[in-house]
């Protein structure tokens, strides 16, 4: 599996229409729409593909797009890119054959496809992924697709009064240069204040109480990267300001620092939550993925809002993920002395979700750093042939699927330090240990984020599980996910420990670790425990 496709909430019953290759585990010339549905977005029954290529229009695959439920909720739509007979890339509409299955098992194609076909300006391989669309106080509908013109990456805007007879706007609703292509674009509202999410279809017009959010995920760098800014929706100019230009570096904000690409977000009116999704691709080689047989996974859903500064996103992994928990363990107020490490026993380390925050000691001890013009990534790395980093205040963090000798270990940690004029922490997660296996990819991710003067404590949750490490540093603000495969730290002789590697002592103020069940995922008619 690749793109998380349409997630939507209908009729008592989350849907996940997902990106697939149905012949091989590898990307191919054939990709359906796959799909299944959930009551709880943990437990999830798979259903027939509900896309897949059969005519002109699509006869060459059906790649990625969006849902929208029509008028009061009643009728769900997709609309999708088709890589039709030219291999071109076009956009097609769908309507469920019997939107009173909550299952909404079948799709109809529509008799006027493609309803969108590459305008002047747009190649016509590079056109692709229509996102959810808004209504305007027009009465029109609006739709975003990403596309490319030489080096320009743009996403493009659509217009429609019926949902099926679509006009381009000549302006781009945004365009950055010598970015290529434009995927997945994603443009959602956010509350300034709280944590509800907010449907696509709200009023958008008050800029007291709502900012927009445009993510792109761009296919050079393959990351996800969000613009916080204005959709200005008045007057003959209908486009999105962001706050900050993208600049190519470490400094663009992400969603994930890691792996994590062609997410898609989606409101959930039952919770009034946004629930944001993103494919996680393998660090093992194709040639692994084939004899597996499978390849790719999607994140944990993640309940998505504007942090409290205005400045970032906070993701956090939605509650349900919690009716896993199973064996619960704790550690309260325990110091962590420069160069200790603890082992958090009496859980299933190979499948775990574990939250512990940090008391950090007076900032002023912290290590001095110019921050300016430093790859965090890098920085994060350094070190790694001489054993695991040292400083002042961190590297502290926990040690994921490690072994008992910790030879292998995946270390997601803080450094904490003082820069001219403010505090900046420092996020990684370290793979280069990961595994005593030599053909995986094993990069090192780390990011920069803003630790207030005043700030007593860090937070890191993460949830493991075998291959997958998802983790959410300063509750949420900062997320990070990999992907490893240990030869020794597997299943029961997988551990997990909480290190402090920085010459100054830590205190744990309070750790919480569960081991975590298993999901139920099947087929309809046949769940099974997988
Ligand atoms: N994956 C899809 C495209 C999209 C890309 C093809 C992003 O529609 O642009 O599987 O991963």
Request: hydrophobic letters at 35%; proline letters at 5%; charged letters at 20%.
């Amino acid at each position: 599996m690749n793109d998380p496709n349409a997630p939507m909430y209908y009729k008592g019953v989350y849907h996940l229409f997902y990106q697939h290759n149905p012949y091989a585990a590898t990307f191919g010339d054939t990709i359906v729409w796959a799909h299944s549905v959930s009551y709880d977005l943990i437990n999830w029954i798979h259903l027939n593909n509900a896309l897949e290529p059969s005519e002109p229009f699509d006869i060459n695959s059906c790649w990625s797009g969006s849902s929208t439920i029509l008028e009061d909720g009643e009728k769900p739509s997709i609309l999708y890119t088709g890589i039709d007979e030219n291999k071109h890339q076009v956009q097609n509409l769908a309507i469920p054959k019997n939107s009173s299955d909550p299952f909404l098992r079948e799709w109809i194609k529509h008799t006027q496809n493609p309803v969108m076909k590459a305008p002047i300006g747009v190649e016509v391989n590079n056109f692709r992924d229509p996102s959810t669309a808004w209504l305007g106080n027009d009465g029109k509908w609006r739709v975003v697709v990403g596309a490319q013109n030489g080096d320009e990456g743009k996403v493009i805007l659509y217009h429609s009064e019926d949902f099926v007879d679509w006009k381009v706007d000549s302006i781009p609703f945004f365009a950055t240069d010598n970015t290529g292509v434009c995927e997945c674009p994603d443009f959602f509202p956010v509350l300034i204040d709280g944590e509800n999410g907010m449907d696509t279809l709200s009023d958008h017009q008050d800029p007291n109480f709502i900012r927009h959010v445009l993510k792109i995920s761009y296919l050079s760098k393959l990351h996800d990267y969000y613009f916080l800014g204005n959709y200005n929706a008045l007057g003959d100019k209908e486009n999105f300001v962001p706050d900050v230009k993208f600049t190519g570096t470490s400094s663009d904000l992400r969603y994930d620092y890691g792996k994590f690409y062609a997410s898609k977000s989606f409101f959930d009116n039952a919770k009034n939550r946004r629930i944001l999704w993103g494919w996680v691709n393998e660090s093992d080689s194709e040639q692994d993925d084939i004899e597996k047989g499978w390849a790719g996974i999607q994140s944990i859903p993640r309940q998505i809002w504007l942090d409290k500064s205005g400045k970032r996103l906070v993701q956090w992994p939605i509650e349900e993920v919690e009716n896993l928990h199973d064996k619960h363990v704790s550690i309260i107020k325990e110091n962590l002395l420069s160069g200790s490490t603890l082992q958090v026993s009496g859980i299933t380390a190979s499948q775990v979700d574990v939250e512990v925050v940090f008391e950090i000691p007076e900032l002023e001890n912290a290590e001095w750093l110019d921050p300016n013009g430093v790859d965090p990534q890098i920085l994060c790395s350094s070190n790694k042939e001489n054993g695991p980093r040292s400083g002042k205040i961190g590297p502290f963090g926990l040690l994921a699927l490690a072994s008992e000798d910790l030879r292998e270990q995946t270390s997601v940690f803080f450094q904490i330090y003082k820069t001219p004029n403010r505090y900046v922490g420092l996020m990684c997660s370290d793979q280069s240990r990961s595994s005593l296996r030599e053909d995986l990819d094993k990069t090192t991710y780390g990011t920069f984020f803003d630790i207030d003067s005043t700030q007593k404590t860090v937070s890191l949750r993460t949830l493991i599980d075998h291959s997958i490490v998802e983790s959410f540093g300063d509750e949420g603000r900062v997320c990070i996910t990999s992907r490893v495969y240990p030869s020794l730290a597997i299943d029961k002789n997988a551990h997990l420990f909480v290190f402090n590697n920085g010459s100054q002592s830590i205190q744990i103020s309070k750790l919480n670790a569960w081991s975590m069940k298993q999901a139920q995922i099947g087929y309809e008619g046949n769940i099974a425990c997988v």
